[in-house]
């Protein structure tokens, strides 16, 4: 149950603490009025006192109360069975959890496949959450309710989404003990390669009543190459670095990070025609 703390100490880490944040943060060069869009995984952190509290404080206290902290909050489990694939499972199943599946609820509505920093995020009274059943995201701060609200669930990673939001506002990305696998800004990139729609299917309420809705999208990720990137937009745009314990932490611009893969999936898209 507490294997981060056996490994802190048999590798003779001391506690990180808040103030081991803000010194790192301040070193990324976050400064007061910022747009953040972070990405956290503690587990490589070792033992972190108060966890993602310790880590939301420190960089509400960087960012200040004019600058906003956004964190994805994907719901990807509440789609379809039908369209599960790892694992995919057993035909005989899709009706007991198309039924008995909750619809999507921006405020009590888990993202299990976030971790520890983006629910505890989403658990925060002063939290706003985007809408989408399926792919949304939360903010604090200044600009959270305008940065959250969209406009329709088609192409939630696309135009006129919370990433283009972002982008357009030239929001920094913060990646803490995690690397590209998880940078969800990519996705807009790939909206650049004009991929055919597909239709995606998830659980809303609508007038307090749980129902199934359709909204298209497009396939994401179709050459698992997302480290492939980093490595390369590392290379040319060396991001702002440090660590804590075993983890590393990178800050770097948004809008550097989204034009290069842009170029990276046309190039791609150009070869594979």
Known sequence: MYSYLTKSIEKGYAPVTEADFLSLFADLGLMKGDLVLVYASLSSLGYVVAGAEAIFKALQEQVGTEGTIVVPSQTVEISDPSSWQYPAVPSEWFESIRENMPAYDRKTSFSKSMGQFSNYIGRLPQAARSDHPMYSFTAIGKQAEAIVEIDGLDFPFGENSVLSKLYDAKAKIVMIGT???????????????????????????????????????????????FLEIQSQFFEKYPPKQGNINDGKVYCFNMVDCVDFAKKHFQKKSRVEV
């Open 179 to 225: 690397d590209f696998e998880t940078n969800t800004s990519l996705p807009l990139a790939e909206h650049s390669v004009g991929r055919d729609a597909i239709v995606e299917r998830s659980k809303i309420l609508r007038d307090g009543e749980a129902t199934w809705c359709e909204f298209k999208n497009i396939a994401f990720d179709l050459y698992d190459d």
